[in-house]
Antibody, heavy 119, light 111 residues
């Protein structure tokens, strides 16, 4: 059974940095790109970017460029998303999602991590 | 860049057929595959259609997808609606095969 298990909810102050983890089991970690998606309360999805765990190459959405860093640790099968300079509109649920290198869809999703940014 | 526009909400009764549209603002809808995701309240999304019309294993054949180049749109059709189909549905495609673009989502209510 494939599982993507994310770290727990976070509360951060404006200007701080948050780092969320996503541990994979049930598939070969390096065979799937790992994407990160933001969902603000009651809103749709904003794609943030992805990492190729095989070589660490990253692609980021223009909206988050400069504030987001996505990494992958193949030794533990864990991906990370770090978002800096947090502001109130970063309050959202963040999902990791694995996409097979031979697929077009985001096949497997984590359970989501709620990040609240509040002073 | 382009945006994918979906109706904000739709409603239908059990047993009926509903179609959710996803219109691409610029560039051809056929230039990049379209995927559809279902997100039930409080849950993570799951794919229900990939590569315009293919169903992942385990997705019932009541779900079907298509694209229409004349209207530059993709559609998700759900037939024989069931109460458990009540969810938010999102279309998704790619910009330059790399950047992921999501539609704004459609809230489907099964009355």
């Amino acid at each position: 059974e494939v599982q993507l298990v994310q770290s727990g909810a976070e509360v951060k102050k404006p200007g701080a940095t948050v780092k969320i983890s996503c541990k994979v089991s049930g598939y070969t970690f390096s065979d799937y790109y790992m994407h990160w998606v933001q969902q603000a309360p009651g809103k749709g999805f904003d794609w943030m970017g992805y990492v190729d765990p095989e070589d660490g190459e990253t692609i980021y959405a223009e909206k988050f460029q400069g504030r987001v860093t996505i990494t992958a640790d193949t030794s533990t099968g864990t991906a990370y998303m770090e978002l800096s300079s947090l502001r109130s509109d970063d309050t959202a649920v963040y999902f990791c999602a694995g996409r097979s290198m031979s697929s077009t869809s985001l096949d497997y999703w984590g359970q989501g991590t709620m990040v609240t940014v509040s002073s | 860049n382009f945006i994918l526009t979906q109706p904000h909400s739709l409603s239908a009764s059990p047993g009926e057929t509903v179609t959710i549209s996803c219109t691409r603002s610029s560039g051809s809808i056929a230039s990049n595959y379209v995927q559809w995701y279902q997100q039930r309240p409080g849950s993570s999304p799951t794919p229900v259609i990939y590569e315009d019309h293919r169903r992942p294993s385990g997705v019932p054949d009541r779900f079907s997808g298509s694209i229409d180049t004349s209207s530059n749109s993709a559609s998700l059709t759900i037939s024989g609606l069931k109460p458990e189909d009540e969810a938010d549905y999102y279309c998704q495609s790619y910009l330059a095969t790399v950047h992921v673009v999501f539609g704004g989502g459609t809230k489907l209510t099964v009355l």
